[in-house]
């Protein structure tokens, strides 16, 4: 049961990513005009986009789940800084803290790794 709730609970935090990256993709003349708004260059969505699908798909999977945990644990705080910082607007105070929590649930996948459902198992 362990085995399946920790497959399921990996599932569950890289969706919002692996979705995420997607709709930056579909909407991406959009989504470098909002960054751009907050100063951050329009060329970081590449690297943000690669993180949000491959890190997703790597974490579900199980393969190098600890370094794409972590990497997403530390995208989750930059962005969090960067784009949810006015703590003012009871929406982006609840969004930074979404942000925070998702860099917490990374941060255990890093610490802890997968359990036998992983390619890292296998391996």
Wanted: a neutral charge; one cysteine or more; proline letters at 2%.
């Amino acid at each position: 049961m362990t085995n399946i709730l920790d497959l399921v609970a990996r599932i569950l935090i890289s969706a919002l990513f692996l979705l995420n990256g997607v709709f930056k993709i579909s909407n991406y003349d959009g989504t470098v005009g909002w960054m751009e708004g907050f100063g951050i260059p329009g060329i970081l969505i590449i690297p943000a986009i690669i993180l949000e699908i491959v890190g997703p798909i790597l974490i579900i999977l199980g393969y190098r789940a600890k370094i794409a945990a972590g990497l997403l644990s530390l995208f989750c705080i930059a962005t969090a800084v960067i784009f949810h910082n006015d703590f003012s607007d009871h929406m982006q105070l609840g969004s930074f803290l979404k942000n925070v929590a998702l860099a917490g649930g990374f941060l255990f996948i890093f610490v802890n790794g997968t359990k036998d459902f992983s390619l890292d198992k296998k391996f």
